[in-house]
């Protein structure tokens, strides 16, 4: 589990709930549930007319993936192509067909494929760059759908509290409940701005770090594959690739390897 995510969010929502009880409040004063439907089921509704579904899909999908670390890192992907790279050296390119069966991600099973087939190493380059280009085309709309929902959360959560203030001003008669129903109608305005700050954008900044470590292992990807089709020296391989690692938020102190 992602550590950061977790304990940012627990602090978050801890601290806002816990602010509420040292004034003297009590969690049934915030948990109104149509105030609920109207923010995220207005939010929701805003996002799915501006965005086709299967964006949405993927989008939440991937949300789930804010909560989980990553399982594809790049100090992983340097040792896992410098060992092609010595294997490519010892037995030849072709050997490396071999090891196309075990490998799990599609981006580097492609290229590598590519490169046994006997691709032109400027050829394979422009292919997989093609592919790089239109994922993250594909791929930046899901930290936008976020920014999105953070954008109209605190809006909808304004014509909650209007919609729960038009309820008021129709039972004035009855002064004593008011201050009680005011304090209700401005709860929806609590869950929109809540949800946008505490949450949709917060989350849409970590996708948007996740993504650009994903498309720097694909960048990886293809100068390490271009590189053992070259017949690059595996030493002078991992220096290279360790360049990337500073883009990636690591430290670039790869072990050298066997050449």
């Not at 991937?62 to 890192?73: G, M, T």
């Not at 400027?122 to 592919?131: D, G, K, N, P, T």
């Not at 938020?249 to 066997?258: D, G, L, R």
């Amino acid at each position: 589990m992602d550590k950061a995510t977790l304990g940012g969010l627990v602090l978050a929502l801890g601290g806002v709930l816990c602010g509420l009880m040292l004034e003297g409040g009590n969690l049934g004063q915030v948990l109104q549930p149509t105030a609920a439907m109207i923010v995220f089921g207005g939010t929701l509704g805003a996002i799915l007319i501006q965005y086709p579904l299967p964006v949405a899909l993927t989008a939440f999908r991937r949300l789930a993936k804010v909560f989980v670390e990553p399982a594809q890192n790049p100090r992983s992907t340097i040792e896992l192509l410098v060992k092609y790279a010595n294997k490519a050296r010892r037995e030849g390119i072709v050997s490396l067909d071999k090891e196309l069966v075990n490998i799990h991600e599609p981006f580097l099973r492609r290229s590598l494929m590519l490169a046994v087939d006997g691709t032109d190493s400027q050829e394979l380059r422009h292919i997989m760059e093609v592919e790089l280009d239109n994922k993250g085309e594909q791929e930046e709309k899901i930290p936008q759908f976020f920014e999105s929902a953070g954008g109209f959360s605190p809006t909808i959560g304004i014509i909650g509290a209007v919609l729960g203030l038009i309820q008021v001003m129709q039972h004035l008669d009855k002064i004593d409940e008011v201050g009680k129903g005011i304090a209700v109608a401005f709860v929806a305005t609590l869950y929109g701005v809540g949800a946008a700050n505490l949450i949709l954008l917060p989350v849409a900044g970590k996708l948007k770090i996740r993504i650009r470590d994903e498309q720097i292992i694909r960048e990886m990807t293809i100068e390490g594959v271009v590189s053992i089709l070259e017949g690059m020296n595996p030493r002078m391989l991992e220096t290279k690739l360790t360049g990337f690692l500073a883009q990636a938020h690591e430290a670039p102190t790869a072990e050298v390897s066997e050449v």
